[in-house]
């Protein structure tokens, strides 16, 4: 089978082709905006691997390079929440429209299936907590999670209209190896600015679930070889939220820094269109028979672990793999 991964030489896209490789026929189409070459250097020469520096916004481009592939796996997005709130134009262009681009091309190449990463997002400030995939009304809060359900919805629509059968998935917050955003990375690229002070954004009182990126990719994986409706959409997440204040106790721990001072921004979110609790409902995928192996604290120490190894005392533009 031969896969297109948009967004491949990014976090949890670089893992999704880790995963698919060693068996499988793989095209990476990356702009590196934010991915990068190294997160996918160690597949460069293999057989049946090609890497394409290319824009979805190029459809051109995107057109002839998807030709000939099984599935799409579209992770390729803005990854940052605030800067979509600064330049308003960001979520539109690299989630809806990327997201049009890469369905219509899709169709026009014959491809069968199609998995699009989306987000907890899209259920914005939910009543119903956990959140299951039928809830409803989904009213974001934010202009990254409103281009995500603009971004199903044309999934689901490419996949009653063109017989494109689709997998959607909404991630809790993914941690873990290659993170080039998110709060761990935020905050221990703080403490190379100071290692003697942090300012973390919010009350510290906010909660939320977190999960591995390879557990999540899992989760993927098992739920497209599962699934077997036109239309799949499930939650990945942990079964369990953990604090801000938390996760901040967490990295200081495992920086083993002494004596930092914390000083929190105050307000129940961090920052506009940040939601301040949620946690998903994960019974669908547990009825298809997937569990996650961690909780939100195991998974936030873990990752924590890992962010501190490649990005403590370093300079963020430089990636530092971590030796195996």
Known sequence: MTYFITGGAGFIGSHVVDRLVPRNGV?????????KEEFISQHIGKPFFRFVKGDLLDVTKLSKEVRGHDSVWHMA???DIRKGTESTMVDLEQNTIATYNMLECARRADVKTFVFSSTSTIYGRAKVIPTPEDYGPCLPISL?????????????????????????????NIVGHRSTHGILFDLVQKLNDDPKKLEVLGDGKQRKSYM??????????????????????????ANDQITVKRIVEILIEETRLKKVKI?????????????????????????????????SEQAVRAAAEIVVKERLNRSERTWVPIES
């Open 212 to 237: 591995l990126v390879e557990e999540c990719v899992d989760g993927m994986l098992f739920g497209f070889k599962k699934a077997k409706d036109r239309l799949n959409y499930y939650n990945l997440c």
């Open 27 to 35: 095209t990476v189409y990356d702009n590196l905006s934010t991915g």
């Open 263 to 295: 000083k929190y921004t105050g307000g129940e979110s961090g920052w506009k269109g940040d939601v301040p609790r949620f946690l998903l409902d994960n019974k669908k995928m547990n009825k298809l028979g997937w569990k996650p192996k961690h909780s």
């Open 144 to 172: 990254y999670g409103a281009s995500k359900l603009a971004c199903e919805g044309l999934v689901s629509a490419y996949a009653e209209l063109y017989g494109i059968r689709g997998w959607i998935y909404r991630f809790a």
């Open 77 to 79: 997005a803005n990854p």
